[in-house]
């Protein structure tokens, strides 16, 4: 997997929205620490246009996409939200220009189906906080600062605390994944993610348990829960239930998925829609440590 080349001052960073719309006051600010760190920020021509529910039309966000995946300068390109509307361009992206000059792709949700395309390509592209979460009262947010770290090349180990789910064991492996209802969306395409001998992260926002127990389910059943390396599990964030319960949490539902199997598990591990989501470099090879006392240790090898 080819890592592209860590950023430097004065290197470019494009801005996108290849999903849904955005509000321009809720990102503009948190691009402007990028600008401060002493970036060049270039704005896409319809980041915030405004088409129902996508950031613009399919044409127009297309438009924006490749011509940040052309630019020669470009050295990143963040993507301004998630929502959806990645997997309705994802067929006609050209990478002909990108495969000559590789970036780095940033971000999570919907733009799982991007890094999905990438890893398929070759390249890895880092799953992590999108503008809206850049700042947190008024101070730049530790998802910014360890996501400017990691553009940079300053990739430190994560440690997680010990959680009651957890299945301790160490193991090595490429990291792939990100959203699972995206990830879900993709089996029986050609970017159906790879597994094998891979470390899965996943995380997801307001689904039903049962929809969860269905995905779950669904991923052992194809084989791709077999032959992990391991399991991260992000942000499980605003799930939902039925008014007649399916009787399990969230937890519950992946570790009985997973049960047969022998890979060490991580919950709570800090990436997903909450607060505190922190970069992961999909694509690279990574250690995870999973002690049931000490806690989990993530490390990018």
Same mark, same amino acid.
């Given at each position: 997997m080819l890592i592209p080349n860590y950023l430097k001052k004065g290197d470019r960073i494009r801005v996108v929205s290849p999903a849904g719309k955005v509000e321009k006051e809720k990102i503009r600010s948190g691009m402007n620490l990028f600008e401060q760190a002493g970036f060049e920020v270039v704005w896409g021509d319809h980041v915030f246009d405004n088409h129902f529910q996508f950031a613009a039309t399919d044409t127009r966000r297309l438009r924006d996409l490749q011509q940040a995946l052309d630019d020669p300068q470009c050295r990143a390109i963040v993507c301004a939200r998630g929502g959806y509307g990645a997997i309705r361009l994802v067929d006609q992206l050209d990478l002909s220009n990108f495969r000559q000059q590789p970036k780095w792709l940033v971000g999570f949700s919907d733009i799982t189906v991007l890094h999905a395309l990438l890893q398929n390509e070759g390249f890895c592209s880092i799953h992590g906080a999108m503008p809206g979460f850049y700042l947190k009262d008024d101070q730049p947010s530790d998802s910014f600062n360890e996501l400017l770290k990691t553009l940079k090349g300053e990739?430190?180990?994560?440690?997680?605390?010990?959680?009651?789910?957890?299945?301790?064991? +160490?193991?090595?492996?490429?990291?792939?994944?990100?959203?699972?209802?995206?990830?879900?969306?993709?089996?029986?395409?050609?970017? %159906?993610?790879?597994?094998?001998?891979?470390?899965?992260?996943?995380?997801?926002?307001? %689904?039903?348990?049962?929809?969860?127990?269905?995905?779950?389910?669904?991923?052992?059943?194809?084989?791709?829960?077999?032959?992990?390396?391991?399991?991260?599990?992000?942000?499980?964030? %605003?799930?939902?239930?039925?008014?007649?319960?399916?009787?399990?949490?969230?937890? +519950?539902?992946?570790?009985?998925?997973?049960?047969?199997?022998?890979?060490?598990?991580?919950?709570?591990?800090?990436?997903?829609?909450?607060?505190?989501?922190?970069?992961?470099?999909?694509?690279?090879?990574?250690?995870?440590?999973?002690?049931?006392?000490?806690?989990?240790?993530?490390?990018?090898?």
């Open positions: 990739n430190s180990p994560v440690r997680v605390p010990p959680q009651a789910f957890n299945r301790p064991g +160490e193991s090595s492996g490429r990291l792939t994944g990100g959203n699972l209802s995206m990830i879900y969306s993709l089996m029986g395409t050609p970017l %159906e993610p790879a597994t094998d001998g891979n470390i899965l992260f996943i995380e997801d926002l307001a %689904e039903y348990l049962y929809h969860l127990d269905r995905i779950m389910q669904s991923l052992k059943l194809a084989g791709k829960l077999e032959s992990l390396k391991g399991l991260l599990v992000g942000g499980l964030t %605003e799930m939902k239930d039925n008014d007649a319960p399916f009787g399990q949490s969230p937890q +519950e539902i992946i570790r009985e998925a997973v049960k047969a199997y022998d890979f060490p598990v991580c919950f709570d591990f800090p990436a997903g829609h909450i607060d505190r989501n922190l970069p992961l470099v999909f694509g690279a090879g990574y250690r995870l440590e999973v002690n049931k006392s000490t806690g989990s240790t993530l490390t990018m090898l």
